[in-house]
């Protein structure tokens, strides 16, 4: 299947599309920190950031250096014009190339990113790499054998399709993380609010911030949009649209 190139479209609008509510971002963060090691401050490691929308939060939750290392040069200019955190820093690199030295991290982070690295393998012996003895790696992803009804399932069936296909199974992705010394700790799922009502979500999936629009067919797309445009429409009272999520925490071991 065909890799999504994120300087080509998507930086112009991933920040807008993919932008959380004030409380869920705060919500996240507080499942980072019960799931990271205890100790502060943490150094952390937010791979794959891309537009940095979490990272200043890293660096504030968590009180040590927060580098967001992120592939795209364009997703990453974006995050560094708007960094405002001291503790940030921004650099060029991917899962399977962290420009970081050896035990040089406490806590790692990959959201939503999992699904685009093309070898996992190679990635989890370079996050066990840069992690310490008893660091941390949390995981937000989706897993297919435990897939979640996501809202816009209903009205773009084909995604959830294609989700199936690209993301990591649960128990193979296990097995490549063990053979890199990192322990199965837990997988929690979150409740996240994504939008305030299905309007708002509406509006922001109409900017096609996730790598799945390039996925599939624009038929597909008018298709979807207005079976959800007709729902928005039918809505009479608003309410906020909600998705379940999985968080995967590993351990390296000490």
Known sequence: ????????????????????PPETLTEWVRVFALH????????????????????????????????????YDRMRAFAEAHAGHDSVTYLAGSATEIPLPDNSCDLVL??????????????????????????????????PDRMP???????????????????????????????????????????????????????????RGSSAFERITEEEIVVGFEALDAAVRAERSPRPVEEESDLLVLELAE
Request: proline share 8%; aromatic share 10%; charged share 25%.
């Open 1 to 20: 299947m065909r890799e999504v190139n994120y300087d080509e479209r998507q930086h112009r609008v991933y920040a807008r599309a993919r932008a959380l």
């Open 36 to 71: 990271a090691p205890p100790q502060r401050p943490l150094a952390v490691l937010d791979l794959g950031s891309g537009t940095g929308r979490f990272t200043p939060a890293l660096a504030g939750e968590f009180g040590g250096p927060v580098w967001g290392v992120e592939p």
């Open 110 to 143: 990959l959201f939503l990113v999992l699904h685009h690295v093309p070898d996992h393998a190679v990635a989890a012996a370079e996050i066990a790499r840069v992690l310490r003895p008893g660091g941390r790696v949390l995981i937000r992803s989706l897993f």
């Open 149 to 207: 009804a996501l809202p816009w399932y209903d009205y773009f069936p084909g995604i959830r399709l294609i989700d199936e296909q690209v993301f990591p199974r649960l128990d193979p992705l296990l097995d490549t993380f063990a053979a890199a010394g990192l322990r199965f700790v837990t997988v929690d799922r979150v409740q996240e609010r994504v939008a305030d009502s299905l309007g708002e979500y509406r509006d922001r999936l109409k900017l």
